[in-house]
């Protein structure tokens, strides 16, 4: 399993790259004044609010309070996670991402000559379909099944002629690539030691991952022997359950951004394309994971899985929704779609039309609905017996839900169903969590924010050695985080804004410093450095007060506490006011 990719690493990301080169390719930006301007890529305007900041490396929306670093952008844009995001920078910035392995950093295993031979395959593929003398049979199938070349061309559907070593012959030239074929997935070895390929005779559907790279390829048999579709096998790059077949096209075409439809296979995602639904992704003849649900909800808030009307349709949807369950957080939906009896995405589109598809998909049953139409069928709701079993099979599924709307209402409308007064004791839920530092900075603590948002703005503030150092000592909320935000800059001088924030792993924390970074700052910047002494000067005056009553109420003093005392009363600091 890969490492921590080292802070020290983010920080040189960060310094090696300009988060406007990074935003201005996919949202075209303008220059206004000494920041950059555009209308916001994640909420509709007319007029721009959307701001990016060369000197802070940082981008804020002032309409919808979108905010982050250039790693930020491409989770949010691009829907990546934090890792993918890095290693996109790091390629771009021509760099390697370590990881920390034992105490150590290594560069991460380096699978480029895999993607390399599986993209060349595609290729290769695609241009069978085009050229090869018994390729007729493979556009035959597509014709019948309705699909354009064009919708062909978008995904890469080609072609893998019959015979055993056409795709190694066409690109193996030396003894390590065997070796690199077969660890792609690509080719098998015979008893005898000799190389074949893996897909024959077949329809192929390359799978490409978050990145558009491709991972793996889907065979649809023509005729013959072997199973109707076959996969690739699991390999360094490839792995059924963390990948989605489609998702990085409804990313790229931000078709999914409120709705994404999961459904079974390759055809039913490339048939529903064909009549304009390009909000589909397809499961890999695997059963939905908990790694898919990240991947979806991260894309949109709400899922539809797509499944047979028949009982394994059912029995697999249920299993879908016991993995969904602890992903339900606020803001998400899932819903269960069940198809008339011997129909699937492909047929029904294609009898019905586009627009009665996309209406079964509105009207599809919500979680909470199959969830309770499941259990009411095992049981006699109109019998006591039957009510308490319902309600002893739906509290421990109800449980697994995180703490949120969701959560309270299934509780109410149990009770409804079973007439029991739901006392909600749950042994399994996690402790209340501890706020984050970022949240104990209130408005009661003003002066630690204000010196938290001037570093922010401007870190090498923590550079001038002529500032006071007592305040580190206060009892006051947010001065650690302070504290360390200091150090930090102090042990790496040239570090930036964002990379002040992405240094941590709290993510709360992160968005709180983020959401800070982006208020508004209403004084010049040539006051900054008077403004970031001063605070701490007060910050400093008010622990000299609190230390001056904490030491005059107690009786009894040792020689170091005396000494204190003396100096804080020869100040005269411990008479006066803290500043307000």
């Known amino acids: 399993m890969a490492g921590r990719i080292p802070p020290e690493f983010i920080d040189q990301l960060l310094a090696r790259i300009d988060i406007v080169d990074v935003i201005d390719k996919h949202v075209p930006l303008k220059k206004a004044g000494k920041e950059y301007q555009a209308c916001c890529p994640f909420h509709t305007e007319k007029t721009p609010s959307f701001t990016v900041s060369r000197q802070k490396q ?70 069978q379909l085009r050229q090869h003398p018994q390729a007729s049979q493979a556009v035959d199938y597509l014709r019948r099944r309705g699909l354009s070349g064009e919708i062909a061309r978008d995904f890469g559907i080609g072609y893998a002629p019959p015979g055993w070593d056409h795709l190694f012959s066409h690109l193996a030239k030396e003894s390590q690539d065997i070796r690199a074929l ?34 793996g390829f889907g065979g649809r048999i023509l005729d013959g022997d072997g199973p109707k579709y076959l996969n690739s096998p699991e390999t360094p790059v490839f792995r059924k359950g963390e990948i989605l077949y489609g998702l990085y096209d409804v990313r790229r075409s931000h078709a999914g951004k409120q709705q994404i439809l999961v459904v079974e296979g390759y055809m039913d995602v490339v048939a529903l394309a064909q009549f304009g639904i390009r909000n589909v992704v397809a499961t890999l003849g695997t059963a939905t994971t908990e790694r898919h649900l990240e991947l979806l909800f991260r894309t949109a808030p709400r899922v539809v899985f797509c499944f047979d009307g028949d009982r394994a349709g059912r029995e697999a949807a249920w299993k879908a929704l016991q993995t969904a369950l602890p992903s339900m957080k606020t803001g998400r939906e899932a819903r269960f779609l069940f198809l008339p009896e011997g129909e699937d995405p492909d047929t029904l589109v294609r009898s019905k039309g586009a627009d009665a598809f996309r209406e079964l998909v509105a009207n599809a049953p919500t979680l909470s609905g199959f969830l309770f139409e499941h259990l009411r069928e095992q049981v006699d709701t109109s019998t006591l017996d039957g009510r308490a079993r319902l309600a002893d099979m739906a509290k421990p599924l109800i449980a697994r839900i995180p703490p949120g709307s969701l959560h309270d209402l299934m509780h109410q409308e149990l009770a409804h169903l079973t007439g029991l007064e739901m006392k909600e004791a749950r042994a399994d839920a996690p402790a209340p969590e501890r706020p984050p530092r970022g949240a104990e900075i209130g408005r009661e603590n003003s002066l630690v924010r204000h010196a938290i948002r001037l570093l922010l703005e401007e870190p090498r503030l923590a550079l001038d050695e002529n500032l006071p150092a007592d305040w580190r000592s206060s009892k006051r909320k947010g001065i650690h985080l302070l504290a360390e935000l200091i150090d930090l800059v102090r042990n790496q001088p040239d570090t930036r804004s964002s990379a002040l924030i992405e240094r941590w792993q709290d993510e709360r924390l992160k968005k709180h410093l983020a959401e800070l970074a982006s208020t508004r700052l209403n004084i010049p910047e040539e006051s900054y450095p008077v403004e970031f002494r001063h605070a701490l000067e007060r910050l400093t005056n008010q622990y000299h007060k609190e230390l001056y009553a904490e030491l005059i109420q107690q009786r009894s003093l040792t020689d170091e506490q005396k000494e204190q005392l003396r100096q804080l009363t020869k100040s005269k600091l411990g008479s006066q006011s803290a500043d307000p």
Do not use: T
């Open 182 to 215: 077969q660890a792609a997935g690509l080719v098998s070895i015979a008893d005898s030691g000799k190389p074949y390929d893996r897909f024959r005779n077949r329809i192929m559907f390359p799978i490409v991952d978050a990145r558009g790279r491709v991972a």
């Open 58 to 127: 940082f981008y804020h929306c002032f309409g919808c309070g979108a905010h982050g670093s250039a790693i930020g952008f491409l989770m949010d844009y691009d829907h990546m996670g934090f890792v993918e995001a890095v290693e996109e920078l790091a390629r771009d910035a021509g760099l390697e991402v370590p990881r920390e392995q034992g105490g150590s950093s290594k560069p991460a295993e380096d699978f480029s000559r895999l993607y390399q031979l599986l993209e060349q395959a595609s290729h290769f593929f695609q241009q």
